[in-house]
């Protein structure tokens, strides 16, 4: 059974495109994340989200919104798609006062041309 | 804001030999956990092991263990008999424990186990 589930896996499109990526987790966690891993394989927070709470990351530009239609799911949108938005996503998801481990899905690979 | 460091870039080691990954982080709060994440060509990331800053016993899962210096804010992982399979990028993350449970990454350390 898989527990953090992403589609797609690899994403390529053109520059100025609006796309999305859907996450989906089964292990009844309550909150959920997204991270970008850059080129040079650093990994950097985007978004926090509980059913109470959304934190953002303030580095994270505004063409990137999350959006949960429940606990199980936080889809990202991406507007405006631009060349430097190339980089694997992740979603992950924990659950508060269970030892904090984040379980992470398998990552979209996203190609702006 | 909470920074974590890993200076080593690469690292190699024998099968069968010992490793260590170093890792320093700064930060001035007291309640937080630190975890080290294996990132294999796959690209999954994967929980190695996982140490709370309240707790003075040194974390081990198998073949790895950490040493966690609180004062010094380091949290070093030792990998033992080191096997093809750890072949991999970690990467040594830091949350505190409030709203948000957000992890920053170090920059990673990409591990080489020859045969």
New interface residues.
């Given amino acids: 059974d898989t527990a953090v589930s992403q589609t797609p896996k690899y994403l390529v499109t053109q520059m100025g495109n609006d796309k999305s990526i859907k996450c989906e987790q089964n292990l009844g966690h309550d909150?959920m994340?997204w991270?970008k891993q850059d080129s040079?394989?650093?990994?950097?927070?985007m978004f926090?989200y509980n059913n109470k709470?959304l934190?953002i990351?303030e580095t994270v530009p505004n063409r990137f919104s999350p959006k949960s239609p429940d606990k199980a799911h936080l889809n990202l949108h991406i507007n405006s798609l631009e060349l430097g938005d190339s980089a694997?996503y992740?979603c992950?998801s924990?659950s508060?006062g269970y030892?904090?481990?984040?379980?992470?899905g398998?990552?979209t690979r996203l190609t702006v041309l | 804001a909470q920074t974590v460091t890993q200076s080593q870039p690469e690292m190699s080691v024998q099968e069968a030999e010992t490793v260590t990954l170093s890792c320093t982080y700064d930060t001035s709060e007291n309640n937080y956990?630190l975890?080290w994440?294996k990132?294999p060509p796959?690209?999954?990331?994967?929980?190695v092991i996982?140490q709370e800053a309240y707790k003075q016993q040194n974390a081990t899962e198998n073949r790895f263990s950490v040493n966690f210096q609180k004062a010094a804010k380091s949290f070093s992982l030792k990998i033992s008999d080191s096997q093809l399979g750890d072949t991999a990028?970690y990467?040594c993350a830091f949350?505190l424990?409030n709203?948000?449970?957000?992890?920053?990454?170090g920059?990673?350390t990409r591990l080489m186990v020859k045969p």
């Fill in positions: 909150t994340y991270y040079k394989k650093f990994l950097k927070i926090s709470e934190i990351n694997v992740f992950a924990s508060l030892g904090y481990e984040q379980f992470f398998p990552g | 956990y975890f994440y990132q796959s690209r999954q990331m994967i929980l996982r990028m990467f949350t424990l709203a948000g449970n957000m992890l920053t990454f920059g990673g």
